[in-house]
């Protein structure tokens, strides 16, 4: 073993700059740009120099609706309320729709309403799906700025205040808000997500933002400016009805940001695979969305067709698609040339990946000053090898059922009888 | 004149004949007492006593003292009269003859010039009737005559301005059913053919025998001709418990059986006469009977309590039944109880007895109530959330699923077509284009769509409005005599502990009174301390139902006799009706209380049973 070991040292240290291009190909093709836009953010984040403490004037964007549509919540759907009636802004009204629930929350709800804690609850004795349910609840909204929370996160107290914010500005339509893991210790697939999080959310959206490549508003907790969803008659079929939403908002020409202050915390999976069918279920979603449903996005010949939408696309073709796609071939590759000594380079190139995501979680932490980060710091390494090699098979094969089976029209995330007539 | 007579007698019947004489002319006497009602005489009486005698103006001023008037003493007429111009008395109890002036002539000249804002009451105090009816001035100027040898209750009673006493522990007059014929009053009622009200029983008549909430002038009357024996209550017109306030009012009229003609006292009432018929007037005289003999196991001090609680105890006790609720519409609180009473009187006063061990709670019914005002007379009903207006109807939720549309089902009506207002298609087949999950209340009104309706109240007799998520609540009982209360109701005040009772001097013998008043001056004089034992058996009852009243009454005797001669010379012992008392002199009140086993113990020695004797010791202050 330590003879493979100190041959693949003296080999790597034989080769010039394009040899080991040429060996970690894959690294400097599909990792390496990836973080570059991390550095970037970050280094303009900090040229910015914001004060630590932001004082958000709430400026006049009227009046805020949150709604809340939950299946079966009957225990956490008055926290959630509750919670809210906390918040520094509190919501002018909150509209709460119980889709098709089996458990006590209808009786909740009209204990809620009773208490004067909500303002419209509305149940229904059969399952819509989160799309219908939001639907339902934004056609009795009055105000101006709706928010989408989910029964089980919870808020900070400026939660509210933050994220309808930036809807000061007219020509935004939606703002997503800054998720963090509330469980990052509850094992280490918890942990791992804690980690992916705060690089790909807090710190990737805000990168993203900086750059007008917001995607997706969190299903979690996203406002939305009302007329800007009536104009695109609201939610469509889901899942992935967030991302759904978000895309049809920019291509109609709106604004979509990231509000890394107003701070949302979930729960998250935390066992393998319960992860590995969350995620199936995301990557199908977006497939279908992005691909079926957005094709026109990368048609330059389209009347909707817009740059800004071609760059995301193309960015999530080529890392997130071909990335996952070629990964097999780079190793499979790497062993017919090197043999034994071909296993080696591969772990030498996560090493160095280690390095980078390192950095990136430094920087992730530097960023998101609310996060508790130093505890989850020794899991970095872990996580990088987690995520580059296991999660991109996951995505691989969530691409591969999607495309040649159409998986997604079995995920039970939407009735049935919706999925029978969704046309995407 | 002038000297005390010691009578430890209660009942005017213990008055010498010539007291009996004046009782019409005194009553007709009376208009200045009527302006004063019974019950809400205020203590804290100013009294003025104009009385020659030593021992009888102690007497008095330590009697109405102890009930917390101010009194003045003045030894003779002039002086009365000047007393009378320089201040405003409430009362003055006068001896008809005092030196200088007579009793009479002081009242005619005060009131000759009587321009005083405050209404003075004039008493007589006399042993001389006959001299006071035979004297040359109008003798109406006194408002109330007190005969010699004093009632010390009844003074009490007349210087507070309460109505006479006029319950009569006599049997019943329980005879077979037979119709009288011409005693059928002068007003014609409704109720008149009632065959209840021709039976022989003794009944005092409502409203007839009463004026407002007292008894009437002509009733009282007739109570002091001595002919008055009752056995029921008879109500014959419509009436409502407040109407017959004048029973709690009037002394032990509550243990009496409320037979109601008209039946409109509903619950209140003991019977409902209005349904009899001829043939089961027996009823009436096994209600009468029955009522009697649970009277009879009354004690006197729960018969003539002024306290409203016990005397709901000692009417519950007589009815043979648990106080209980029913529903009564006519009632804010919706509940009626099973006594003459007001339903919060009864409410206010029982949650008491229940503290107090005498009554314990059934529960009967949780009601909602007015938060403005606190009636249960509620109107629920199902009502928009945003409006609160009840115009509401229920509406299909519809399901487009294509599009993801869910609204009411009026936002897809176009004609016969329904619409998607999202996708503009047309929904044709139900269950594979939409479907109905469920419904909604949709609000007439402000067009307002929720879940679930909310129930609200409106209050009927403010119409103020309460939602039911801030629900007033109140918890009605029923009550139930407890063994301690029935202990109480039968053996009197010997069941209660010390904290309950504080020695009223009125109803003390006359010789206690004597005697402590000379102990109190010698007391204040020379600092000399002294004990009162109050004496009490609680084994009574038993000991009389066992055994026999007279085997009790020996055995009280011979615990009298062994405690006397345990006593020193000087230290007297005196007998009472229920209580007896040892008055001991220059002893120091805890030095009693420690000798007080020894002395118990040698007081029972050779008694044949066990009396239940228990102890209060009453000190100086006690008596301030």
């Given at each position: 073993?330590?003879?493979?070991?100190?041959?693949?040292?003296?080999?790597?240290?034989?080769?010039?700059?394009?040899?080991?291009?040429?060996?970690?190909?894959?690294?400097?093709?599909?990792?390496?740009?990836?973080?570059?836009?991390?550095?970037?953010?970050?280094?303009?984040?900090?040229?910015?120099?914001?004060?630590?403490?932001?004082?958000?004037?709430?400026?006049?964007?009227?009046?805020?609706?949150?709604?809340?549509?939950?299946?079966?919540?009957?225990?956490?759907?008055?926290?959630?309320?509750?919670?809210?009636?906390?918040?520094?802004?509190?919501?002018?009204?909150?509209?709460?729709?119980?889709?098709?629930?089996?458990?006590?929350?209808?009786?909740?709800?009209?204990?809620?309403?009773?208490?004067?804690?909500?303002?419209?609850?509305?149940?229904?004795?059969?399952?819509?799906?989160?799309?219908?349910?939001?639907?339902?609840?934004?056609?009795?909204?009055?105000?101006?700025?709706?928010?989408?929370?989910?029964?089980?996160?919870?808020?900070?107290?400026?939660?509210?205040?933050?994220?309808?914010?930036?809807?000061?500005?007219?020509?935004?339509?939606?703002?997503?808000?800054?998720?963090?893991?509330?469980?990052?210790?509850?094992?280490?697939?918890?942990?791992?997500?804690?980690?992916?999080?705060?690089?790909?959310?807090?710190?990737?959206?805000?990168?993203?933002?900086?750059?007008?490549?917001?995607?997706?508003?969190?299903?979690?907790?996203?406002?939305?400016?009302?007329?800007?969803?009536?104009?695109?008659?609201?939610?469509?079929?889901?899942?992935?009805?967030?991302?759904?939403?978000?895309?049809?908002?920019?291509?109609?020409?709106?604004?979509?940001?990231?509000?890394?202050?107003?701070?949302?915390?979930?729960?998250?999976?935390?066992?393998?695979?319960?992860?590995?069918?969350?995620?199936?279920?995301?990557?199908?979603?977006?497939?279908?969305?992005?691909?079926?449903?957005?094709?026109?996005?990368?048609?330059?010949?389209?009347?909707?067709?817009?740059?800004?939408?071609?760059?995301?696309?193309?960015?999530?073709?080529?890392?997130?698609?071909?990335?996952?796609?070629?990964?097999?071939?780079?190793?499979?590759?790497?062993?017919?040339?090197?043999?034994?000594?071909?296993?080696?380079?591969?772990?030498?190139?996560?090493?160095?990946?280690?390095?980078?995501?390192?950095?990136?979680?430094?920087?992730?932490?530097?960023?998101?000053?609310?996060?508790?980060?130093?505890?989850?710091?020794?899991?970095?390494?872990?996580?990088?090898?987690?995520?580059?090699?296991?999660?991109?098979?996951?995505?691989?094969?969530?691409?591969?059922?999607?495309?040649?089976?159409?998986?997604?029209?079995?995920?039970?995330?939407?009735?049935?009888?919706?999925?029978?007539?969704?046309?995407? | 004149?002038?000297?005390?007579?010691?009578?430890?007698?209660?009942?005017k019947?213990?008055?010498?004949?010539?007291t009996?004489?004046s009782d019409s002319k005194r009553s007709a006497t009376t208009p200045r007492q009527d302006e004063t009602p019974a019950l809400l005489q205020a203590p804290g009486q100013k009294v003025l006593v104009a009385e020659d005698?030593?021992?009888t103006q102690?007497l008095l001023k330590l009697l109405l003292k102890q009930r917390g008037h101010e009194v003045h003493i003045v030894a003779n007429g002039q002086d009365a009269l000047k007393a009378l111009e320089k201040d405003e008395f409430d009362v003055v109890l006068m001896d008809f003859h005092l030196p200088k002036m007579d009793g009479l002539k002081v009242a005619t000249a005060f009131r000759a010039g009587d321009t005083a804002s405050r209404p003075t009451r004039f008493i007589a105090i006399t042993a001389d009737m006959?001299g006071l009816l035979g004297h040359v001035d109008n003798c109406e100027n006194f408002d109330s005559v007190l005969p010699k040898?004093f009632d010390l209750e009844r003074v009490v009673e007349v210087v507070e301005g309460k109505p006479e006493e006029i319950?009569?522990?006599?049997?019943?007059?329980?005879?077979?059913?037979?119709?009288?014929?011409?005693?059928?009053?002068?007003?014609?009622?409704?109720?008149?053919?009632?065959?209840?009200?021709?039976?022989?029983?003794?009944?005092?008549?409502?409203p007839?025998d009463f004026d407002g909430d007292r008894l009437s002038a002509r009733f009282l009357q007739a109570m002091l001709?001595?002919?008055?024996?009752?056995?029921?209550?008879?109500?014959?017109?419509?009436?409502?418990?407040h109407d017959?306030a004048a029973i709690w009012a009037t002394k032990?009229l509550?243990?009496?059986?409320?037979?109601?003609?008209?039946?409109?006292?509903?619950?209140?009432?003991?019977?409902?006469?209005?349904?009899?018929?001829?043939?089961?007037?027996?009823?009436?005289?096994?209600?009468?009977?029955?009522?009697?003999?649970?009277?009879?196991?009354?004690?006197?001090?729960?018969?003539?309590?002024d306290?409203l609680?016990?005397?709901?105890?000692?009417?519950?006790?007589?009815?043979?039944?648990?106080?209980?609720?029913?529903?009564?519409?006519?009632?804010?609180?919706?509940?009626?109880?099973?006594?003459?009473?007001?339903?919060?009187?009864?409410?206010?006063?029982?949650?008491?007895?229940?503290?107090?061990?005498?009554?314990?709670?059934?529960?009967?019914?949780?009601?909602?109530?007015?938060?403005?005002?606190?009636?249960?007379?509620?109107?629920?009903?199902?009502?928009?959330?945003?409006?609160?207006?009840?115009?509401?109807?229920?509406?299909?939720?519809?399901?487009?699923?294509?599009?993801?549309?869910?609204?009411?089902?009026?936002?897809?009506?176009?004609?016969?077509?329904?619409?998607?207002?999202?996708?503009?298609?047309?929904?044709?087949?139900?269950?594979?284009?939409?479907?109905?999950?469920?419904?909604?209340?949709?609000?007439?009104?402000?067009?307002?769509?929720?879940?679930?309706?909310?129930?609200?109240?409106?209050?009927?007799?403010?119409?103020?409005?309460?939602?039911?998520?801030?629900?007033?609540?109140?918890?009605?009982?029923?009550?139930?005599?407890?063994?301690?209360?029935?202990?109480?109701?039968?053996?009197?005040?010997?069941?209660?502990?010390?904290?309950?009772?504080?020695?009223?001097l009125a109803?003390?013998?006359?010789?206690?009174?004597?005697?402590?008043?000379?102990?109190?001056?010698?007391?204040?004089?020379?600092?000399?301390?002294?004990?009162?034992?109050?004496?009490?058996?609680?084994?009574?009852?038993?000991?009389?139902?066992?055994?026999?009243?007279?085997?009790?009454?020996?055995?009280?005797?011979?615990?009298?006799?062994?405690?006397?001669?345990?006593?020193?010379?000087?230290?007297?012992?005196?007998?009472?009706?229920?209580?007896?008392?040892?008055?001991?002199?220059?002893?120091?009140?805890?030095?009693?209380?420690?000798?007080?086993?020894?002395?118990?113990?040698?007081?029972?020695?050779?008694?044949?049973?066990?009396?239940?004797?228990?102890?209060?010791?009453?000190?100086?202050?006690?008596?301030?």
């Amino acid at each position: 073993m330590s003879e493979t070991l100190s041959d693949a040292a003296t080999y790597l240290g034989a080769q010039s700059l394009m040899g080991l291009i040429g060996l970690f190909w894959f690294t400097v093709i599909f990792e390496v740009p990836r973080y570059t836009l991390s550095f970037l953010s970050v280094v303009v984040y900090r040229l910015r120099a914001r004060p630590v403490i932001r004082r958000r004037k709430v400026e006049t964007v009227g009046k805020v609706t949150v709604v809340v549509a939950g299946y079966n919540e009957e225990d956490s759907v008055r926290k959630c309320v509750l919670s809210l009636r906390e918040q520094s802004l509190p919501p002018d009204e909150i509209i709460v729709v119980s889709d098709g629930s089996t458990d006590n929350m209808p009786r909740v709800l009209t204990e809620l309403l009773s208490e004067g804690l909500i303002d419209r609850a509305h149940a229904t004795d059969l399952r819509a799906g989160k799309s219908a349910a939001v639907n339902l609840a934004e056609r009795w909204a009055t105000g101006d700025i709706i928010v989408n929370v989910d029964c089980d996160c919870s808020y900070d107290r400026h939660a509210l205040r933050n994220i309808v914010a930036p809807l000061a500005d007219p020509e935004v339509a939606a703002v997503s808000g800054n998720i963090l893991v509330r469980n990052p210790h509850a094992g280490l697939i918890a942990t791992f997500q804690a980690i992916e999080y705060l690089i790909s959310i807090s710190l990737g959206k805000q990168a993203a933002d900086l750059i007008d490549q917001v995607v997706c508003v969190s299903g979690a907790f996203g406002a939305f400016r009302r007329t800007a969803m009536a104009s695109v008659n609201g939610l469509d079929v889901g899942g992935g009805e967030d991302l759904d939403l978000s895309l049809k908002l920019r291509k109609a020409g709106w604004k979509v940001r990231f509000e890394d202050t107003a701070i949302c915390y979930t729960d998250t999976p935390d066992t393998l695979r319960a992860l590995t069918n969350q995620r199936f279920r995301w990557e199908r979603d977006a497939v279908r969305s992005r691909y079926r449903k957005h094709l026109d996005m990368l048609n330059p010949f389209s009347e909707r067709f817009r740059f800004a939408e071609m760059v995301h696309e193309i960015d999530f073709i080529v890392f997130q698609i071909i990335g996952a796609a070629i990964l097999p071939v780079y190793i499979v590759w790497l062993v017919l040339t090197y043999g034994e000594l071909g296993l080696v380079f591969m772990l030498a190139a996560q090493l160095g990946l280690v390095v980078f995501d390192m950095t990136v979680f430094a920087l992730a932490a530097l960023a998101t000053p609310k996060a508790s980060t130093l505890s989850l710091i020794f899991y970095v390494p872990g996580y990088s090898l987690f995520n580059g090699i296991y999660m991109r098979f996951v995505r691989l094969f969530a691409y591969a059922q999607e495309w040649i089976f159409n998986a997604s029209a079995d995920d039970n995330y939407v009735p049935e009888k919706v999925r029978l007539v969704r046309k995407w | 004149l002038g000297s005390v007579v010691v009578s430890t007698a209660r009942k005017k019947s213990a008055g010498p004949a010539g007291t009996r004489r004046s009782d019409s002319k005194r009553s007709a006497t009376t208009p200045r007492q009527d302006e004063t009602p019974a019950l809400l005489q205020a203590p804290g009486q100013k009294v003025l006593v104009a009385e020659d005698n030593k021992v009888t103006q102690d007497l008095l001023k330590l009697l109405l003292k102890q009930r917390g008037h101010e009194v003045h003493i003045v030894a003779n007429g002039q002086d009365a009269l000047k007393a009378l111009e320089k201040d405003e008395f409430d009362v003055v109890l006068m001896d008809f003859h005092l030196p200088k002036m007579d009793g009479l002539k002081v009242a005619t000249a005060f009131r000759a010039g009587d321009t005083a804002s405050r209404p003075t009451r004039f008493i007589a105090i006399t042993a001389d009737m006959e001299g006071l009816l035979g004297h040359v001035d109008n003798c109406e100027n006194f408002d109330s005559v007190l005969p010699k040898p004093f009632d010390l209750e009844r003074v009490v009673e007349v210087v507070e301005g309460k109505p006479e006493e006029i319950y009569v522990p006599s049997a019943p007059a329980v005879t077979p059913v037979q119709l009288r014929s011409a005693d059928a009053p002068s007003g014609a009622l409704k109720t008149a053919d009632n065959p209840i009200q021709n039976l022989s029983h003794e009944f005092l008549r409502w409203p007839d025998d009463f004026d407002g909430d007292r008894l009437s002038a002509r009733f009282l009357q007739a109570m002091l001709d001595d002919a008055g024996r009752f056995d029921a209550i008879l109500v014959r017109q419509p009436a409502a418990a407040h109407d017959l306030a004048a029973i709690w009012a009037t002394k032990a009229l509550h243990v009496l059986p409320v037979i109601d003609l008209t039946g409109a006292l509903g619950r209140h009432a003991d019977l409902d006469g209005s349904k009899l018929s001829v043939g089961e007037t027996d009823t009436v005289a096994t209600l009468i009977n029955d009522f009697h003999n649970r009277r009879m196991r009354l004690h006197h001090d729960v018969l003539f309590s002024d306290d409203l609680g016990v005397k709901i105890l000692g009417s519950a006790y007589a009815a043979g039944k648990a106080i209980t609720p029913g529903y009564d519409p006519a009632q804010r609180g919706l509940v009626s109880y099973s006594l003459v009473l007001e339903t919060d009187l009864v409410q206010r006063e029982a949650a008491k007895l229940c503290d107090m061990g005498y009554l314990e709670r059934r529960f009967f019914d949780r009601f909602h109530q007015c938060g403005a005002c606190g009636s249960s007379r509620l109107h629920v009903r199902e009502e928009c959330s945003e409006c609160r207006s009840p115009g509401l109807h229920e509406e299909a939720y519809l399901h487009h699923f294509s599009c993801a549309y869910q609204g009411p089902d009026s936002d897809f009506r176009h004609g016969d077509d329904l619409v998607c207002p999202k996708c503009r298609k047309e929904l044709a087949h139900f269950g594979v284009d939409y479907d109905k999950p469920g419904s909604m209340m949709k609000c007439g009104a402000c067009d307002h769509g929720n879940t679930d309706p909310l129930v609200g109240f409106v209050c009927l007799d403010c119409e103020a409005h309460a939602s039911s998520d801030v629900p007033v609540t109140h918890d009605v009982y029923g009550y139930q005599l407890t063994d301690r209360g029935v202990g109480y109701l039968e053996t009197g005040r010997a069941m209660l502990g010390r904290q309950h009772h504080a020695l009223r001097l009125a109803h003390l013998p006359l010789e206690v009174i004597v005697a402590v008043n000379a102990e109190l001056k010698a007391y204040h004089e020379d600092d000399a301390p002294f004990v009162v034992l109050d004496i009490s058996y609680g084994n009574q009852r038993r000991i009389e139902h066992e055994h026999g009243v007279r085997e009790f009454e020996q055995a009280r005797d011979l615990f009298l006799e062994n405690l006397n001669n345990t006593l020193r010379k000087e230290d007297l012992v005196i007998k009472g009706i229920a209580y007896d008392y040892a008055i001991l002199k220059s002893v120091d009140p805890d030095e009693a209380r420690d000798g007080l086993e020894y002395l118990r113990g040698e007081a029972t020695n050779g008694v044949r049973h066990d009396l239940g004797v228990s102890v209060q010791v009453f000190t100086p202050e006690d008596f301030a």
